[in-house]
């Protein structure tokens, strides 16, 4: 029997939204490629360097595209990562290396997902369907222009279009309860703020992340560690959002008991030096704003302030006076860009200084 030879011969133009494996997808029956395996085999064989370049990126490079612009609109990158310990780090280039090529093509909920309706929309466009990345968002299981619960079915069906009979699956969940999930006023700022992250271009510094999310919840009077009376962000979110939806996504929120700490989701805004999932920071930033606006806004802001460069001279004075009004020490020091040796030396110095004074004899008149 005669192998299939991977080789390239049609290539597809990307369509709006479209998801980077549903796009491969397609790559494959255009070329009558049987599967997703040949389709990636005839790629990283027509390029150069190809089985050391991330899949995605050599989707990209097939289709004309600029590897960072495919990435932001056709994977499901900006969704699963909106956060990123390494926005000002040296690391940053061989951090979004192995990101791209570990979870590129990578989907949040491990299944694909699709909307009948938009499946019978696109078809009576353009005469086939086509994957969406907004339909693979973890946490929003329907439509949200049609309100219709996904369908979920196997990532192997991406050699098809949405709506061949090999699609058809499990519903992700009931209408009954996509009609009380998609009124519910916190679910609903948990997904707007999923959907702008899914369309934003590069990752909120951690370090905005934490300065955000510390002040918010202690104004919340929320317990900053995982033991003491006060409630934690988990309680609030068990409050806020519907027990059907916490049973499917965050079944440890919604059996919990009163004032206990889920690491999970209240670690996010305890942790200061480790990116915490999507869905954890946009639950928390659902029920510590009033709106997904104000949330976004405020990561912007800070994030935005800690991207312009500051003056290198007093950055160390800045983060050791705000240590002495009370922030933490890694806090103020990731807060105002300050080296944390020079700030240690600098509180030190002072210490000691202010010691001298008092072992110092006073002369007598």
């Given at each position: 029997m005669q192998s299939e030879q991977p080789m390239i011969h049609n290539v597809p133009l990307p369509l709006h939204d479209e998801l980077a494996?549903?796009?491969?997808?397609?790559?494959?029956?255009?070329?009558?490629?049987?599967?997703?395996?040949?389709?990636?085999?005839?790629?990283?064989?027509?390029?150069?360097?190809?089985?050391?370049?991330?899949?995605?990126?050599?989707?990209?490079?097939?289709c004309g595209q600029d590897r960072s612009v495919f990435s932001a609109n056709?994977?499901?990158?900006?969704?699963m990562s909106p956060i990123s310990i390494h926005a000002d780090s040296a690391q940053v280039a061989d951090g979004t290396y192995r990101r791209i090529h570990q979870r590129g093509m990578r989907l949040p909920t491990g299944q694909l997902r699709w909307c009948q309706a938009c499946s019978d929309m696109d078809v009576e466009e353009r005469g086939f369907s086509h994957w969406r990345r907004q339909h693979q968002?973890?946490?929003?299981?329907?439509?949200?222009?049609?309100?219709?619960?996904?369908?979920?079915?196997?990532?192997?069906?991406?050699?098809?279009?949405?709506?061949?009979?090999?699609t058809h699956s499990s519903?992700?969940?009931?209408?009954?309860?996509?009609?009380?999930?998609?009124?519910?006023?916190?679910?609903?700022?948990?997904?707007?703020?999923?959907?702008?992250?899914?369309?934003?271009?590069?990752?909120?510094?951690l370090a905005a992340w934490v300065e955000v999310v510390s002040e918010r919840c202690r104004n919340a009077d929320l317990r900053m560690g995982e033991i003491g009376k006060r409630p934690v962000a988990s309680d609030l979110i068990q409050e806020a959002f519907p027990?059907?939806?916490?049973?499917?996504?965050?079944?440890?929120?919604?059996?919990?008991?009163?004032?206990?700490?889920?690491?999970?989701?209240?670690?996010a805004y305890i942790d200061k030096h480790v990116a915490y999932p999507a869905l954890a920071c946009a639950t928390i930033l659902a029920v510590l704003f009033d709106t997904a606006e104000y949330a976004l806004d405020a990561l912007e802001v800070a994030d935005s302030r800690l991207a312009t460069p500051r003056p290198t001279g007093n950055v160390s004075d800045e983060a050791l006076t705000a240590f002495l009004a009370g922030l933490g020490l890694h806090e103020a020091c990731e807060k105002f860009g300050a080296n944390i040796e020079s700030v240690e030396a600098a509180l030190r110095l002072s210490l000691q200084q202010q010691l001298q004074l008092v072992d110092t004899p006073v002369a007598l008149a």
């Open positions: 494996l549903g796009l491969l997808g397609r790559f494959a029956r255009l070329n009558g490629l049987s599967s997703i395996t040949w389709a990636t085999k005839s790629l990283k064989s027509g390029q150069p360097d190809g089985k050391n370049t991330p899949l995605l990126w050599l989707i990209a490079d097939v056709h994977s499901m990158l900006p969704a968002i973890m946490g929003v299981d329907w439509c949200v222009e049609h309100h219709l619960p996904l369908i979920s079915t196997s990532t192997d069906s991406a050699i098809y279009t949405p709506g061949h009979p090999a519903l992700c969940t009931t209408q009954a309860n996509t009609e009380e999930e998609m009124h519910n006023p916190a679910l609903q700022r948990m997904l707007q703020i999923m959907f702008r992250w899914l369309h934003r271009p590069n990752p909120i510094r027990a059907s939806w916490l049973a499917r996504h965050l079944p440890e929120i919604a059996s919990k008991e009163p004032r206990s700490f889920v690491r999970k989701v209240d670690g």
